[in-house]
């Protein structure tokens, strides 16, 4: 009888770190605050805590539902220091597809604290936009984009040019309206994407 409850035990141990894995959520005290790269830590997407294995996290939209909330990591983090602090920190874009016919990109950051990273919040870019690069410089997360007008429709191609100045403020990712001086000697560490091929 020993021997069944062990296995059984173990079996739901199993279970539920699938279940975890799956919905890419934190449980009570399962995950550590901190992950050994950005691809792996945990961010929070519109108030909604979503732990990223690989650069990936799933989960039920609705407990019932079949539909999947998928969120994932674009192309590859940024790095450069953001606090200040000499360690170089990273900024990522980040796909959420909620379930439904949108799929939303955000920009967030993850903050190096002696070698481990912390995720902050995820900064809302839009939907379905297009042609994107990030990069850093000055301490700055800098974002450019091309989303469409107010009045067009979704089904518009996006050819507005956007860009996004980011900065952290109390560990947390913000927009700012202040340009960043254009210091020839630190140029960007940049990556681009066209979003148009996904």
Known sequence: MKGFF????IFCMISGNAVLAENGEDGAGRWDQYATDPL???YL???SGVRLMDGRAERVAAPGSA????TAVLGQPVYGDLNGDGNKDAALLLTHDPGGSGTFYYVAAAINVNGRFQ??????LGDRIALVDVGIRNGT???NYADRRPEEPMSAAPTVDQKVQLILK????ESVETPVSADPASSPLKIT???RCF
């Open 6 to 9: 062990k296995i059984f035990a």
């Open 40 to 42: 792996n830590a945990r």
């Open 45 to 47: 997407i519109e108030e």
């Open 67 to 70: 539909m999947k909330t998928r």
């Open 119 to 124: 995720g902050t919040n995820a900064v809302l």
């Open 141 to 143: 997360v800098l974002v």
């Open 170 to 173: 109390h560990d947390k990712l």
């Open 193 to 195: 994407f066209d979003l």
